[in-house]
């Protein structure tokens, strides 16, 4: 059962405010991402990071915000909520790589947390 | 432009039969393969990942098939049970990148009757 911890889970606030979605882990990974999802579609990568002190933006813009002081923590933070953030975000980490055959899977074995569901009026 | 399609959107069966699930992609440089269980409101759980040298891998009623030549998978659910509702996302990896980039499919919905 994975160890990665998502709060809060459902969250419904008005535009303009501003909010931390958290997510910690507890399995000692490295590299930690950021996922938005809408209903029927993909998965859209927002933010992830390699390590501590580094963040990277995703393929799918967004206006949020992400930080890495922990190697456990990897919070997100949206500075003036609008109608169109409403989503589910989803956290996840990945442990190391392994390798096969002498190729090495750069991206093992991922674990999601529940996800936060935005809500924002 | 890599992409991962999977069909059917969705699917219903009754309890205690078997179903499989189709996903093609178009990913490359090729490294890995993954299937995920996502309960409705809940984050994916993976089921399997298979390389490109693994053509099959089982976990318990789940089992998945990969064809690396023809870009082609398929998870088979045997015996579903109610449990088993849910969304299966197929994600393929590249390792073309330091990264190692996801792409996910859009998922097919299976809903398991009584």
């Known amino acids: 059962e994975a160890d990665i911890y998502q709060t809060p889970r459902y969250l419904v606030i008005g535009t303009g405010k501003k909010i931390t979605l958290e997510c910690s882990q507890t399995?000692?990974?490295?590299?930690m991402y950021w996922y938005q999802q809408d209903p029927g579609m993909e998965l859209h990568l927002i933010h992830y990071?390699?390590?501590?002190?580094?963040?990277e933006k995703g393929d799918l813009s967004s206006e949020s915000t992400v930080s890495r002081i922990r190697t456990e923590h990897f919070p997100l933070t949206l500075e003036s909520a609008r109608p169109s953030h409403t989503s589910q975000y989803l956290c996840?980490?990945?442990?190391?790589?392994?390798?096969?055959?002498?190729?090495?899977?750069?991206?093992?074995?991922?674990?999601f947390g529940e996800g936060s569901r935005l809500t924002v009026l | 432009k890599n992409q991962v399609e999977q069909s059917p959107q969705s699917l219903i069966i009754l309890e205690g039969k078997n179903c499989t699930l189709q996903?093609?992609?178009?990913?490359?440089?090729?490294?890995?393969l993954r299937w995920y269980k996502q309960d409705t409101g809940r984050g994916p759980v993976s089921l399997t990942i298979?390389?490109?040298?693994?053509n099959t891998k089982s976990n318990g009623r789940y089992t998945a098939t990969l064809d690396a030549d023809t870009k082609q998978s398929s998870l088979h659910i045997t015996a579903s049970q109610l449990s088993d509702s849910a969304s299966y996302i197929c994600v393929v990896s590249d390792r073309g990148s330091t990264l190692g980039r996801l792409y996910f499919g859009r998922g097919t919905q299976l809903t398991v009757w009584p």
């Open positions: 298979m390389t490109f040298s693994e």
């Open positions: 996840a980490s990945s442990d190391p790589p392994r390798d096969h055959i002498g190729l090495t899977a750069n991206t093992g074995e991922l674990f």
């Open positions: 399995m000692g990974h490295d590299k």
């Open positions: 990071s390699y390590g501590v002190n580094s963040t």
């Open positions: 996903c093609n992609y178009t990913v490359s440089p090729f490294s890995n």
